[in-house]
């Protein structure tokens, strides 16, 4: 469902809708792992060799722009969240770089944060950090 409304999005938005740009569309949409270019450039490649990075690079700029992917800058690289585009909290694993989506609403401390100060167009981002149970062999 949600891979069909953003492919109707991006049709609405004039983007023509190719193989390779499905192919990105549905791996950022479908996974619950947040992947970094790479691994979505590796696996679009599976299906389709000819694939440049540049393809996928602009694809996720495209779906960043119309608010359909969140970008999540690591220092070891940025990562991808298609299923929850919002902000909100993350749990990632500083061992195997496992990223997980928290069930916390800030929504109400950013208006708060706004409010309060005077910002406008308050965002947030808060990471949790810890080493995950796959990596501590639980």
Not at 19 to 39: C, D, F, M, T, Y
Not at 75 to 91: K, V
Not at 122 to 136: D, K, Y
Request: charged residues 25%; neutral net charge; aromatic residues 6%.
């Amino acid at each position: 469902m949600r891979l069909d409304d953003l492919v109707a999005k991006m049709k609405s938005a004039g983007h023509r809708i190719t193989p390779q740009r499905l192919a990105i569309a549905k791996i950022v949409v479908e996974s619950g792992e947040h992947p970094s270019v790479e691994q979505i450039y590796r696996q679009v490649r599976k299906d389709f060799p000819t694939t440049s990075l540049a393809t996928v690079y602009n694809t996720l700029e495209r779906l960043k722009e119309m608010g359909e992917v969140l970008e999540l800058p690591f220092s070891g690289g940025s990562r991808y969240d298609g299923l929850n585009p919002h902000p909100h909290p993350h749990l990632r694993c500083t061992v195997c770089g496992a990223i997980e989506d928290l069930d916390i609403d800030l929504g109400p401390a950013a208006q708060e944060v706004a409010a309060r100060k005077g910002y406008a167009d308050v965002q947030h981002r808060l990471e949790f950090c810890g080493v995950c149970p796959r990596c501590q062999g639980v």
